[in-house]
């Protein structure tokens, strides 16, 4: 292929729109500017003006104290959304979220029973439930031709079911103390939640980028076809995919049982919807392939701050539902969006504007307007 057939054809990509943007950069071309800002920006300039305006709408939603208490939930929201992101990128979608997060708390707190010489086999126990869980949906998917959705939402139903027959319908047990006091206390000033957080990005991020497996993995994302005629075995990927997304997912039920001390049964169920508008806001494309897992963990901090803000202003729990849900069709939408056909439009509205306008002809001398 001729390189400027193939640039030609990269050149497709709309990257004009940050969420839906398949380029190296985010260009605000739209507005004539050639603004170019590094991808998944958007997120980072959003979160900083939305720590700009805050306290204008929720005076003390900003401050020291403020922000000690929410980091914690935003840092776990961040490790579950990056299994998410995980298996977005894999175009599918997980729907366990929730019960793989339920079990976890259950787990980990029958298990060990307030004991912390008990705490890691009920670590340990939480992780062969998240790999077995993500082997199934994984397996499901990939051998069985059920799609993404339902095959998790079917997973999800069994985990639940186990949660229920474990627990008779009612969760009396408690964190072990060693685990509520990682979970509460901070080092170096810094919520070791975050220090979690952190960590897991660092990680997952680097390999994405800078290993041979990070970069099979999103050429099997971004075209199953393609990757497979290269060699790449997109089907193992997959299922791999699942079980690690589930590992993310159990890492987080195990923070919320230290964090809330005696989780309930319902633990984990106010973390599907968060978990895709983060990967949403973090510009990971719906349609698979590339995404940012920094960018994602950022997109938690966003969604974390605006609840903090709603309920500040006094609005009702249930509009940070209506924003989330916003957000995740706002992400469906502009799959398809035509970009390919709008771009040479603004492109040609752009040159338009500004094109300087031609000067008035002089007054031919004799005439009247000269006289």
């Not at 950022?298 to 974390?304: E, H, M, N, R, S």
Request: proline share 5%.
């Amino acid at each position: 292929m001729a390189a400027g057939s193939h640039d030609r054809s990269v050149g497709t990509a709309p990257r004009e729109v940050a969420v839906a943007a398949g380029g190296a950069t985010w260009q605000l071309g739209l507005t004539g500017l050639g603004v170019r800002l590094p991808r998944y920006s958007a997120v980072w300039l959003a979160t900083g003006l939305l720590f700009a305006v805050s306290p204008l709408l929720a005076p003390g939603s900003d401050s020291h104290s403020a922000l000690l208490s929410t980091l914690p939930f935003a840092a776990i929201l961040a490790i579950a959304a990056i299994g998410q992101t995980l298996v977005i990128q894999q175009r599918g979608l997980d729907l366990s979220v929730p019960g793989m997060i339920t079990l976890s708390t259950i787990i980990v707190t029958k298990v060990a029973q307030g004991a912390d010489g008990r705490l890691p086999e009920a670590i340990g126990l939480v992780a062969l439930a998240c790999l077995a869980s993500g082997l199934v949906s994984g397996i499901a998917i990939t051998r069985f031709g059920v799609t993404p959705l339902v095959a998790t939402l079917g997973v999800n139903a069994l985990l639940t079911g186990v949660v229920l027959q474990i627990t008779s319908g009612a969760s009396t047990y408690s964190a072990t103390p060693g685990l509520g006091r990682f979970a509460l206390e901070k080092t170096a000033g810094i919520p070791n939640t975050v220090i979690i957080a952190v960590v897991v990005v660092a990680v997952v991020a680097t390999l994405a980028r800078t290993s041979v497996v990070g970069r099979r993995f999103v050429s099997a994302g971004a075209s199953p076809a393609a990757a497979h005629v290269a060699g790449v075995r997109v089907k193992t990927y997959e299922v791999i995919t699942y079980m690690l997304a589930s590992l993310t997912y159990g890492t987080a039920g195990v923070l919320v049982a230290g964090y809330l001390g005696t989780p309930g049964i319902g633990a984990g169920d106010n973390y599907l919807l968060p978990t895709i508008a983060a990967v949403v806001l973090g510009g990971t494309s719906l349609a698979g392939g590339s995404g940012s897992v920094a960018a994602t963990a950022v997109g938690a901090v966003f969604l974390t701050q605006l609840e903090q803000v709603v309920l500040g202003m006094g609005a009702p729990a249930s509009l940070q539902l209506v924003i989330q849900g916003s957000i995740i069709a706002l992400g469906m939408a502009l799959r398809h969006v035509p970009f390919a056909r709008i771009r040479p439009l603004f492109h040609q509205l752009s040159a338009s504007s500004m094109t300087p306008r031609r000067r008035a002809a002089s007054p031919i001398p004799g005439s009247r307007r000269h006289k």
